[in-house]
């Protein structure tokens, strides 16, 4: 009897787990299942000596010349270390940065748009092996795979290079669908054929937004607001669209001079996420479980994809990666644009996270977090080349129309909401 009541409970709680789930209407994605990830303790005295190491590290290199502007934050197993938050969000004013300013993190962005991708090829929305032509019928680059966009195999030009050379009014504000259709119109040349060799390149990351938004059928920006930042309570994270240019945290040149906007701030994907110290952490350690993303996928993020140099530098779905003789693996990224400097790095042996962000240009960002490796673990690192994109405009003033005083109506960011 009892076991006859025990195959009787075990169907009908069977039949009520199957009928929970249901098929999902076309666009509609999986929620995403937060959990909060418990920081690990450190020992005191390793704690101590991480501070003293770190504070005096800090305070001889990136600091020693107190033109930095920005936030620091290292953390060890989600703990923070070591946090900074230094000079003023607007240096015309006398506003101060917190731990809740947001600054521009530049390309910095990119892994968030790679873990986007990934994330609804998990969902079955579509495959890294997707020709781009099936979401960009007229565009004139055959060949060319979404996994190709992610690894910057695809050999498109840049679009930061070519549009100011193309039939672009610099004097509009350019969209991803402006880009886009600049491509098609003018066909700017590639520049190898698809999948022969890695070249960094923006192109790549502002029609794998344009992808999302197919699939989705959700602005890239409403859509990683509702499927990330909310979820893993980022709070002071957002991608910064043209009618966000009167509360954004703005940036200046070394010498401390406003850095204006240019024709090309308008596109998203590749760039144009603002967020804090403390949020990227909470996306840092969320990348330490499945909730982002299954195992093996992740895994493919911080896989390297280009073998045509020898190197110890390479690159993954969205992320930077070095691969060092020693075994030592850092995955990580940087970012530059206008006045802005962004470093993140993931010590993944260690799990120690690396957030070094600034509004006031200064290269030595990027060679500081380098540096800042071995005090963790054998890295032996040395200072080396900024790798990341440079701006499109040298000047830093651009003859565009202020967007200061400009209203944009219900959150459009047409062109015709900025023209003269």
Not at 5 to 23: K, P
Not at 246 to 264: E, I, K, M, Q, R
Not at 375 to 383: A, K, L, S, W
């Amino acid at each position: 009897m009892k076991t006859f009541l025990y195959i009787v409970l075990l169907v009908f709680f069977s039949y009520c787990c199957n009928n929970t789930t249901r098929d999902k209407k076309p666009g509609e994605e999986d929620s995403l299942q937060y959990y909060p990830v418990t920081p690990e303790k450190i020992d005191q005295q390793e704690f101590r000596e991480y501070y003293r190491r770190l504070t005096a590290f800090f305070d001889t290199t990136l600091l020693r010349n107190n033109n930095f502007n920005g936030s620091i934050l290292i953390a060890k197993s989600g703990t923070i270390i070591y946090e900074r938050y230094i000079g003023k969000a607007d240096l015309r004013k006398k506003d101060t940065i917190s731990e809740n300013t947001p600054l521009h993190i530049a390309s910095t962005s990119k892994p968030f748009t790679g873990i986007a991708i990934l994330r609804l090829i998990q969902e079955g929305k579509l495959s890294l092996n997707d020709t781009i032509t099936k979401y960009f019928p007229t565009l004139p680059y055959p060949g060319i795979t979404v996994k190709m966009l992610l690894n910057h195999r695809s050999g498109l030009p840049n679009y930061v290079h070519f549009m100011d050379k193309t039939s672009w009014n610099k004097k509009d504000y350019a969209t991803n669908k402006d880009v886009l259709g600049i491509m098609i119109k003018d066909k700017p040349n590639i520049n190898f054929q698809p999948g022969k060799r890695f070249s960094y390149c923006n192109t790549n990351y502002i029609l794998l937004a344009m992808i999302i938004e197919s699939i989705t059928g959700k602005s890239y920006p409403d859509y990683m607001q509702q499927k990330f930042f909310q979820p893993l309570q980022m709070k002071n994270t957002y991608v910064f669209t043209l009618k966000d240019t009167l509360t954004a945290t703005p940036s200046f040149n070394y010498n401390g001079n406003y850095w204006d906007y240019d024709f090309l701030d308008g596109t998203y994907g590749d760039k144009n996420i603002y967020t804090t110290p403390k949020d990227l952490l909470k996306w840092d350690q969320a990348l330490y479980t499945d909730q982002l993303l299954n195992k093996s996928l992740l895994d493919s993020a911080f896989a390297p994809y280009s073998f045509e140099k020898p190197s110890v530098h390479n690159y993954g779905l969205g992320w930077r990666l070095q691969l060092l003789p020693n075994g030592k693996k850092i995955i990580y990224h940087f970012g530059k644009w206008h006045g802005f400097n962004a470093a993140f790095a993931r010590l993944t042996d260690e799990k120690v996270t690396i957030i070094i962000l600034g509004n006031r240009f200064t290269r030595n960002i990027y060679n500081t977090a380098h540096l800042c490796y071995d005090i963790f673990g054998n890295y032996r690192q040395e200072v080396i080349k900024d790798e990341e994109e440079t701006d499109s405009v040298s000047s830093m003033k651009t003859g565009l129309p202020s967007l200061r005083n400009t209203k944009f109506s219900s959150g459009k960011n047409t062109r015709k909401n900025v023209k003269n």
